[in-house]
T-cell receptor, first 118, second 115 residues
Framework: EAQVTQNPRYLITVTGKKLTVTCSQN?????MSWYRQDPGLGLRQIYY???????DKGDVPEGYKVSRKEKRNFPLILESPSPNQTSLYFC?????????????????FGPGTRLTVL | AQKITQTQPGMFVQEKEAVTLDCTYD???????LFWYKQPSSGEMIFLIY??????QNATEGRYSLNFQKARKSANLVISASQLGDSAMYFC????????????FGKGTTLSVSS
């Protein structure tokens, strides 16, 4: 089954304790992205990756790190979590259409990770 | 200015009725893509339908159709024959430009379907 998986699904942690949320997709997608969803603000992009070893900042990258060492995995790292990073996090992946310009196709989302930082 | 506007915080509809969820967008790029996602109470984001800016026909997927009015910059989602399982939050999103690297989401519309 084609899917994007995230782990853990739920996490309660304390300020300053480093954590990693894993994301994996089995669709051989080039593009992967992390979003956070907050009430009244919708979804906002944190980081994205167009391919292995190619990552870039989204709209709200502060306090987060990512890596893309393999095509299928795109972990999100919070080196020193703070309460304002309490949120619902989504990983997404997409194929990219080639041609003169690249085109990101529809994004498939993981199930979400609900993070609480105390 | 907001790129994606969903003006209906909540909509209520009875089973078997059709419902239209509004979405307007703002871009000056001639190449863009519009998406609708469904988020049930369980939280996952489910892709419903896609419309490209150069597509001549309105997109349809089963009971979902997209009423695309380019001149008005609107991309309303129409759900025909509503079902109880359609109760969820619905998000309109835009990929702006040929290499848009993010989906820009609206704030969503909560749809409640009653029997």
């Amino acid at each position: 089954e084609a899917q994007v998986t995230q782990n853990p699904r739920y996490l309660i942690t304390v300020t300053g304790k480093k954590l990693t949320v894993t994301c994996s997709q089995n669709m051989n997608h080039e593009y992967m992205s992390w979003y956070r969803q907050d009430p009244g603000l919708g979804l906002r992009q944190i980081y994205y990756s167009m391919n292995v070893e190619v990552t870039d900042k989204g709209d709200v990258p502060e306090g987060y790190k990512v890596s893309r060492k393999e095509k299928r995995n795109f972990p999100l790292i919070l080196e020193s979590p703070s309460p304002n990073q309490t949120s619902l996090y989504f990983c997404a992946s997409s194929s990219i259409s080639g041609g003169p310009t690249l085109l990101i196709n529809e994004q498939f989302f993981g199930p979400g990770t609900r993070l609480t930082v105390l | 200015a907001q790129k994606i506007t969903q003006t209906q915080p909540g909509m209520f509809v009875q089973e078997k009725e059709a419902v239209t969820l509004d979405c307007t967008y703002d871009t000056s790029d001639p190449s863009y893509g519009l998406f609708w996602y469904k988020q049930p109470s369980s939280g996952e984001m489910i892709f419903l339908i896609y419309q490209g800016s150069y597509d001549q026909q309105n997109a349809t997927e089963g009971r979902y159709s997209l009423n695309f009015q380019k001149a008005r910059k609107s991309a309303n989602l129409v759900i025909s024959a509503s079902q109880l399982g359609d109760s969820a939050m619905y998000f309109c999103a835009m990929r702006e430009g040929r290499t848009g690297t993010a989906l820009i989401f609206g704030k969503g519309t909560t749809l409640s379907v009653s029997s």
